[in-house]
């Protein structure tokens, strides 16, 4: 899809009926869960953050927003773009955005922060460094 040709990474969703909500759209709460969804298959296409317990060190969402621009509702398809704009030890900056395939739109942009985190210690951690050589590779571009 064209809307779609910058991003690195793609993951269509079904929308549900139960993503709706009493005014018959999908509610705002959803669509974070949409860029969960396509944030956690982009790490596993990574193969990137190996669940735990087999590692101490995975990825925490620090700060996310969405930007409405249309509305969604059932029944539809969507599929959700994943860029990593930037990415360090320090954190991975994505944007999202969610395409309706019924629409042909792009209905709502995205943002995210992501830090690595040791999961045993509870803290903070640098972001392993085959993490930032697999986005890299997917990405086609180097860490900044």
Known sequence: MELLQD????????VFWGDMDAFRH???????????????AYFEKLQ??????????????VETSAKYLKALSYPDTISVGVKSLSFSQEKVEQKYIIVSHRKK????EGHATIFGYDYKAMKRAPIPAEVL???EKLEGKLSS
């Open 26 to 40: 999908v509610n705002n709460v959803v669509y974070f869960k949409y860029f969960e969804i396509a944030r956690i």
């Open 105 to 108: 739109q792009i209905c709502t």
């Open 7 to 14: 991003f690195s990474f793609i993951k269509e969703i079904p």
């Open 133 to 135: 050589k697999a986005i």
């Open 48 to 61: 990137a953050f190996r669940p735990l317990p087999d590692t101490t060190i995975g990825p925490i969402l």
